[in-house]
């Protein structure tokens, strides 16, 4: 069962890293850090047990900087246009974040480490891409229809939704497994939209303007 549960955290985490990179590294570290120990509806589990030999993750150093690196982001993004800017490396960052996090909760079944980061990288850092991918789409539609202007919900948003995935997937790993799906549904669901809108932008024909006739 814990297994099962670190799973469903380090997925739950890696998701909460496409909204937001150091939000839920910061907190799985504080939670290590502390040695916090959520076992809410007898599926909780000790952080700093199941990290192991990742146990640097709750060091007071680590725990500091990124609790620094949260800080900075989230006021990076109230930022007009730096927002933006960021999601073209705010994407591989969640990417490699949500491996890092997810291989790093997740058990070890084969022993040498090969099999959890294979998983690690397809589960979490897959699942953290796509939903970064979905944020980009969501904030480039919000910048294009008005001006900017409503980005800063998009960004208070997508904040929730770090803090929201990533203290689930502490609290109750199972529930954080089950909002990860209902979440890849929208995800998914915003790309094809997307793409659809595109496509049909791409097909839609030109229509030339003829010039006047010439007076005789």
Known sequence: MNEMMAIFAGVGLAAACGFRVFVPLFIASLAANTGFEADLVGMGFNVQEILGENSWLGSDIVTIALGV???VEIGSYYIPWLDNALDTIATPMA???GTLISGAMMPDFMGDGSFKWILSTIAGGGTAGLVQGASVITRGTSTATTGGIGNPVVST???GGSILT???AILIPLLAGV????LLYFVL???FRFFKRRAAKK???TTQVMPP???T
């Open 69 to 71: 690196a949260t800080a």
């Open 95 to 97: 990417i490699a974040a």
């Open 157 to 159: 948003a997508e904040l």
């Open 166 to 168: 990533a203290g689930l």
């Open 179 to 182: 909002l990860v799906i209902f």
């Open 189 to 191: 669901r915003t790309f």
């Open 203 to 205: 097909n839609q024909p």
């Open 213 to 215: 006739p010439e007076a």
